[in-house]
């Protein structure tokens, strides 16, 4: 429609002046002949046709650049980029919609004011730097500074500027701005990293390595100096089985070569490395194929010193060696020093029988009553050293711990006190017993030891015994309750010594090793035990064993 209306326009203002240019050049054409007359007026009328066909061209011709006009004007408004001219004083002579939405609300507060004056202060000189270089050369040129907007806000911008020269000869520029702020804070996350990286890589108390394919290195970080004695630029350039304990080098080459072959792959390795100083260093390696990452390209290795523990594990190692002798030997001796203490013992018996024997009644009452302690002694004597080097054998006893359902050791020590149990008419309860790993034998004894004490510390009534167990966390904790006699809370820990009695002989039969015991086979299992009691109350025995041993 505008296009039709201009072309209109257009026609009429060509007729107006063609008449008046006409009426000042009026030619008198009454004295021509008919003949010149006619084809003069035929000449005119075909010139004007083509005009009039010229005239159509044209104002076809100039519609069509309207049409291509407003069509660039549109791309030139809503371009994603900011485009503007600049004159050669640096005023902005246009900008488009997008430039116009970078700096300001509006363009037409825009156009006509110094685009210095939206360039950030500490950036100016960079400014006029590029608009210096950019008058001086033929070729576009880029800068990056920080411009600011008229609501006070600011964004980075790279500027790409060229310069122009207009039909008058007049210099100006037309400059492309883009908004890199994303981009600069990209870059400014990617530098905070590497610096925190290289600081991690750097002040890292191991030795962070990258070695090439065939164990060339690359990279070696600075605690190299500290842990190996090497500084990083002695090592670069030297292959790194160099350095390796002949011993360990084929190892490690193996499994070196196993992660070349594949990518990203995790190898970990302990050897032994040379230390500058002709000493040699126990490392613990982890190895990363990283070959395939352009930054890296390479095999990444981080290497820690751990010499003072391998050093700790083999003197462990051999205090192990140390200690199952020496328990060798002390088993050997209790053994030894078993038969030996018993066998006077037997004989000190055996003539203490025929005494009493030959002189029973014979004698006075009070060498009846002498005799009658001796054999008690002798017995007691007797079952003292027997549990004392069951005492000693309880470690070396241990057999290896098996899924164990506590409920078959209990029946086994119910089965060795079925004389005890039925002498005192005990009443024996128990819930169901979990399975968990353990050593049958020891647990039996446990049992029986628990069980035993609660039958022979019984009260007035009938013993009444339950045993239960609970699940806390990773432990089980089983519980004997009785309603024995009762233990004062000040004697607790006493109880779990070796030879602490609370009574004497007279009144309870023992030789103190029973709870003793009880707590080494506990300790043995990595549990605890303890008890909970008041005096006439009876007494619990707890004791906690691991469902699981690593």
Excluded at 35 to 64: K, P, S, V, Y
Excluded at 118 to 131: G, P
Excluded at 410 to 437: K, M, Q, R, V, Y
């Amino acid at each position: 429609m505008k296009t039709s209306q201009s072309k209109n326009k257009v026609l009429s203002a060509l007729r107006r002046k063609a008449e008046k240019k006409l009426a000042r050049e009026q030619v008198d054409a009454s004295d021509l002949p008919a003949e010149d007359l006619q084809r003069l007026l035929h000449e005119l009328r075909t010139h004007q046709i083509e005009l009039e066909m010229q005239n159509e061209e044209l104002l076809h011709a100039q519609g069509e650049l309207e049409e291509s006009r407003l069509r660039y004007r549109e791309l030139y408004d809503n371009a994603p980029l900011g485009y503007l001219t600049l004159d050669k004083d640096g005023n902005i002579k246009e900008i488009n919609l997008r430039g116009a939405s970078m700096m300001g609300p509006h363009r037409r507060t825009l156009v006509g004011r110094s685009f210095a004056s939206f360039v950030k202060f500490s950036y100016r000189d960079v400014f006029r730097s590029h608009c210096r270089e950019v008058l001086e050369s033929d070729f576009p040129v880029k800068c990056e500074l920080i411009l600011k907007k008229e609501n006070d806000g600011q964004f980075y911008a790279r500027l790409e500027s060229t310069r122009h020269e207009d039909s008058k000869g007049d210099l100006f520029c037309q400059t492309i701005i883009s908004d890199i702020s994303e981009s600069k804070r990209a870059e400014q996350v990617l530098a905070e990293r590497e610096v925190f990286f290289r600081l991690v890589t750097e002040k890292s108390a191991d030795v962070i390595s990258i070695v090439d394919a065939k164990g060339t290195i690359s990279y070696q970080s600075p605690s190299s100096e500290h842990i190996l004695g090497y500084k990083p630029q002695e090592v670069i350039g030297t292959n790194s089985f160099d350095l390796i304990h002949p011993d360990d080098r084929e190892r490690a080459l193996a499994k070196f070569r196993q992660a070349v072959q594949n990518p990203r792959m995790t190898i970990s390795d302990e050897f032994r490395i040379r230390h500058k100083d002709g000493s040699w260093r126990y490392i613990e390696a982890t190895g990363r194929n990283l070959l395939s990452e352009p930054v890296i390209s390479g095999i990444m290795i981080n290497s820690r010193d751990i010499t003072e523990r391998k050093v700790a594990e083999i003197e462990l190692g051999n205090m192990s060696e140390e200690l199952k002798r020496y328990n060798a030997d002390l088993e050997q001796f209790a053994s030894a020093a078993s038969h030996d203490l018993r066998e006077p013992l037997r004989t000190i018996g055996f003539f203490l029988s025929l005494l009493e024997k030959r002189y029973k009644g014979r004698l006075d009452d009070k060498a009846d009553e002498f005799i009658f302690f001796t054999q008690d002694s002798v017995k007691r004597m007797d079952r003292l050293i027997k549990e004392l080097v069951d005492f000693s054998r309880l470690r070396t006893g241990v057999k290896r711990l098996q899924p164990v359902n506590f409920s078959i050791p209990l029946e086994g020590a119910l089965l060795g006190l079925h004389s005890a149990i039925n002498e005192s008419g005990a009443e024996i309860t128990f819930d169901t017993l979990p399975t968990i790993e353990a050593d049958e034998l020891q647990i039996t004894r446990l049992f029986q030891n628990l069980i035993s004490n609660s039958i022979k510390f019984r009260g007035k009534e009938k013993p009444r015994i339950h045993i239960s167990a609970v699940k806390k966390d990773d432990e089980w904790v089983f519980s004997v309750r009785d309603n024995s006699i009762g233990i004062e809370p000040k004697f607790f820990q006493r109880i779990f010594q070796v030879f602490q009695r609370l009574h004497t002989t007279l009144e309870y039969e023992g030789t103190g090793m029973g709870l003793t015991m009880s707590k080494k086979i506990v300790e043995i299992h990595k549990g605890k035990i303890w008890v909970e009691s008041e005096p006439g109350k009876g007494a619990t025995f707890f004791f906690s064993i691991p469902e699981h041993h690593s």
